[in-house]
């Protein structure tokens, strides 16, 4: 997959911009705040129907002004394609393939496979068990419909059980509804969790390996209640309190992927270059799971990759990007050295744009 053009106009704080990319690798050189990961962000929301960073759809939009409209042309397999999204102040989102409004947003998703690496990566560490079923369930998403059917089926009866305990229902047979439903979609999504992470283990240790030089044993381990019970008796086992609490305890909403450093968590003894290592390296493998899965080359953002690495770490990761195995890469940095390096290294492919306050200056490849 390839993006080949971008008009926007009126996101965040790019007020215009239509820009054309090259096929390999597309680099933004700014300095913070210039509008270098809003680019990134415009090209995201083109694959998920939603920003990177999970802010409501109107917070988007450039100050003081009441719509934003995004525009990406793309090259699938030699297939011309367009998308639109256009968000107008308190109407509904609009989202169009080759002019034709999609009746579902999650119809959408996996048509434009896309593996973004950001500083907000760090949350899949150090935050809460949401940001880590969040990260598979995106990867899986992407290439498997069924999976996410019975993600968004799950959720629904997660969402009216939760209203009968906030309520204080005690009918029995409404729960028993619900439960059922369930149970029925927990074991769809807990089985192709499982399956994903048991086949995604071994490609992200060996990109950690590449990255760190090989001195560090890194491990993930998938936990879920459903590894040892079906989910409907532990729904009926914990009703009443359930009841008390006002939600519900078990379920594959409760999942988490613990990320593991010689054994032990990496969010208490990782350094922040290890950390930093640790979730290029998941992302990288994301990309080459979700390459293997599908006729389509993902499309790669990194946005600040270098940040907090030593300059070992730096020259593993420039020469595994660099490789014939990535697709179109989007790139942003504040240092024009590391950008050179890697241009350097795949020829004539690339554009560089110098980015000052959401204006887009393309740089001829004489400049230095």
């Known amino acids: 997959m390839i993006l080949t053009d971008l008009s926007i106009v009126n996101f965040k704080n790019i007020a215009c911009a239509d820009l054309s990319f090259s096929p390999k690798v597309n680099c933004f050189l700014g300095d913070n705040g210039m509008g270098k990961s809003n680019l990134l962000d415009a090209i995201y929301y083109l694959s998920f129907c939603k920003?990177?960073?999970?802010?409501?759809?109107?917070?988007?939009?450039?100050?003081d002004e009441e719509f934003f409209i995004l525009q990406g042309k793309y090259d699938r397999n030699g297939i011309p394609e367009e998308m639109y999204c256009g968000i107008k102040r308190r109407t509904k989102?609009?989202?169009?393939?080759?002019?034709?409004?999609?009746?579902?947003?999650?119809?959408?998703?996996?048509?434009?496979?896309?593996?973004m690496v950001a500083p907000a990566?760090?949350?899949l560490i150090h935050g809460g068990s949401e940001e880590r079923r969040k990260f598979i369930d995106l990867v899986i998403s992407q290439f498997d419909k069924t999976y996410l059917d019975a993600l968004i089926r799950y959720n629904k009866a997660l969402d009216q059980r939760n209203a009968l305990l906030k309520n204080e229902i005690s009918d029995p047979a409404l729960y028993e509804l619900w439960e059922e439903q369930m149970a029925l979609s927990a074991r769809t999504v807990y089985r192709c969790r499982k399956q994903f992470i048991e086949t995604f283990t071994p490609v992200f240790n060996l990109f950690y390996e590449k990255i760190s030089g090989g001195n560090e044993a890194v491990s993930l381990?998938?936990?879920?209640?459903?590894d040892e019970h079906d989910l409907l008796p532990l729904l009926a086992e914990t009703r009443q309190r359930d009841l008390i609490i006002g939600y519900t305890t078990k379920g594959v909403h409760r999942d988490d992927l613990e990320m593991l450093l010689d054994g032990f968590p990496m969010k208490r003894i990782g350094s922040q270059g290890q950390c930093k290592t640790y979730l290029i390296a998941l992302k990288l493998a994301q990309y080459d799971f979700l390459a293997q899965q599908g006729d389509n080359a993902p499309i790669l953002l990194l946005d600040d990759l270098f940040d907090k690495l030593d300059a070992k770490r730096v020259a593993n990761i420039i020469r595994l990007v660099s490789s014939e195995r990535f697709g179109q890469i989007f790139i942003t940095d504040t240092n024009r050295k590391n950008l050179d390096e890697i241009v350097g290294s795949i020829g004539e492919q690339y554009r560089i744009f110098a980015v000052e306050q959401g204006i887009f200056h393309p740089i001829d490849h004489t400049e230095a």
């Open 221 to 226: 381990a998938y936990r879920s209640h459903l």
């Open 93 to 115: 989102k609009s989202f169009k393939r080759n002019k034709k409004e999609y009746d579902r947003l999650s119809d959408h998703i996996g048509f434009i496979p896309l593996v």
């Open 51 to 63: 920003s990177y960073y999970n802010v409501i759809d109107s917070q988007n939009i450039r100050h």
């Open 121 to 123: 990566d760090s949350e």
